[in-house]
């Protein structure tokens, strides 16, 4: 039972280009998130996905594009990185209702 | 203004002291609320969660809700050097998805 996974944990890239990072879970949720860390700035919510095949906008959506694959996968796609977006990217899911977010390792991006 | 606030700190406490962590919300709908711990470098760990007025114990941990002031709390009782990390107050709104986290609290315990 891993939990939630992220790949990479690392990465690095030029301005312009796209990438997509990788979450899938095997805990049962639901509902799967897609959070950016910065500092000083806490947690902010990018997308997130209430259930397989739904996905909303968070806080911070611009420059940022997810698929939920399946109840298992949600994916973050940058289509042309900016300097910006460089962050700690986390991904959460949750099983039910009431129930807590349960994360990642993380995903330490840089866009140079 | 911001979903959720928090003094960002540092706290700092000595080696057995109560630390007294705090946090305020702006969305009166809100139903649920989390305390997560995340250590430097790592990802965030729950540590409380809280969903109706009072307290809620877990061993040194008591999470306290008043609904009516908007506020959350945690208190760590017993404090240990282990405890030093980044406090985040996380709150779900309403009856949508989406979590708000505050910027998090920065607790340091001198032995």
């Known amino acids: 039972n891993a939990g939630v996974t992220q790949t990479p944990k690392f990465q690095v890239l030029k301005t312009g280009q796209s990438m997509t990072l990788q979450c899938a879970q095997d805990?049962?949720?639901?509902?799967m998130y897609w959070y950016r860390q910065d500092p000083g700035m806490g947690l902010r919510l990018i997308y997130y996905?209430?259930?397989?095949?739904?996905?909303d906008k968070g806080e911070v959506p611009n420059g940022y594009n997810v698929s939920r694959l399946n109840k298992r996968e949600f994916s973050l796609r940058l289509e042309s990185a900016a300097p910006s977006q460089t962050s700690v990217y986390f991904c959460?899911?949750?099983?039910?209702?009431?129930?807590?977010?349960?994360f990642g390792n993380g995903t330490r991006l840089t866009v140079t | 203004q911001k979903e959720v606030e928090q003094n960002s700190g540092p706290l700092s406490v000595p080696e057995g002291a109560i630390a007294s962590l705090n946090c305020t919300y702006s969305?009166?709908?809100?139903?649920?609320f989390f305390w997560y711990r995340q250590y430097s470098g790592k990802s965030p760990e729950l540590i409380m969660s809280?969903?109706?007025?009072g307290d809620k114990e877990d061993g040194r941990f008591t999470a306290q809700l008043n609904k009516a002031s908007q506020y959350v709390s945690l208190l760590i009782r017993d404090s240990q050097p282990s405890d030093s990390a980044t406090y985040l107050c996380?709150?779900?709104?309403?009856?949508?998805?989406?979590?708000?986290f505050g910027s998090g609290t920065k607790l340091n315990v001198k032995p």
């Open positions: 996905s209430a259930s397989e095949g739904t996905t």
């Open positions: 805990m049962n949720h639901n509902s």
């Open positions: 969305d009166r709908g809100s139903q649920s």
């Open positions: 809280i969903y109706s007025n």
């Open positions: 959460a899911g949750r099983e039910g209702t009431n129930s807590p977010l349960h």
């Open positions: 996380a709150v779900k709104v309403g009856n949508f998805n989406k979590f708000y």
